[in-house]
């Protein structure tokens, strides 16, 4: 069974631009959160998605955002890019339906470098 | 809100030693507690989780922890470490509570270095 897929792996991109990065599920998964991770605050939750639906949001400003199409694919795209959003963002997909307490699976993440 | 805390930001120790990684949560509800690693260059693998039931969990790769609920703790110990052990550790915790809560909170975690 293949694992999660985050395509790009590493994407450079100057303030102001902005990036969409993408996150494949496992098959038969339904649920695909973003976490973004840097050194200084570690790992952080973005938004989790649920059947095309966000079911659960962090607390990000709104130039950070998602969607998640109808084969369980998730894009994120950030507008207006600043310094600060140079990261690893981590994508991780779950069924989504069976509690809390469920494992994650993470992809190796993008690494977006913002100069 | 739910805040996780590791407490040592970084671990050296020898092959064969034994390793405490320590990790305290505080929460205004019951939670799940995890332990996850990440490889250089790789994303996140769960070690273990304690759900319910037995405090003492054992994950893989000869990890195990205990899940304390007056001190508010869950470390991660290996009583002998090998090289291929060297990863940073996260600790997380999820909410039992009611709705759709698919969030972990991380700890900022702890750079497990292993030394021959």
């Known amino acids: 069974k293949a694992g999660v897929t985050q395509t790009p792996r590493y994407l450079i991109k100057t303030r102001g631009q902005q990036v969409t990065l993408s996150c494949s599920p496992i098959?038969?998964?339904?649920?695909v959160s973003w976490y973004q991770q840097t050194p200084g605050q570690g790992l952080q939750f973005l938004f989790e998605y649920f059947s095309e639906t966000q079911r659960n949001k962090g607390n990000f400003p709104g130039r950070f955002s998602g969607r998640q199409f109808s084969n369980s694919r998730s894009e994120m795209n950030v507008s207006t890019l600043e310094l600060g959003d140079s990261a690893l963002y981590l994508c991780?997909?779950?069924?989504?339906?069976?509690?809390?307490?469920?494992?994650?699976?993470f992809g190796s993440g993008t690494q977006l470098s913002v100069l | 809100a739910q805040s996780v805390t590791q407490l040592d930001s970084q671990v050296p120790v020898f092959e064969e030693a034994p390793v405490e990684l320590r990790c305290n949560y505080s929460?205004?509800?019951?939670?799940?507690l995890f332990w996850y690693v990440q490889y250089p260059n790789q994303g996140l693998q769960l070690l273990l989780k304690y759900l319910s039931g037995s405090t003492l969990v054992k994950g893989i790769n000869g990890f195990e922890a205990e899940f304390n609920k007056s001190q508010t703790s869950f470390h991660l110990r290996k009583p002998s470490v090998h090289i291929s052990d060297t990863a940073e550790y996260f600790c997380a915790v999820s909410d039992r509570g009611g709705g759709s809560n698919y969030k972990l909170t991380f700890g900022k975690g702890t750079l497990l270095t292993v030394n021959p």
């Open positions: 991780a997909s779950s069924t989504g339906d069976r509690g809390f307490h469920e494992k994650l699976f």
């Open positions: 929460s205004s509800v019951s939670v799940y």
């Open positions: 098959s038969g998964h339904r649920s």
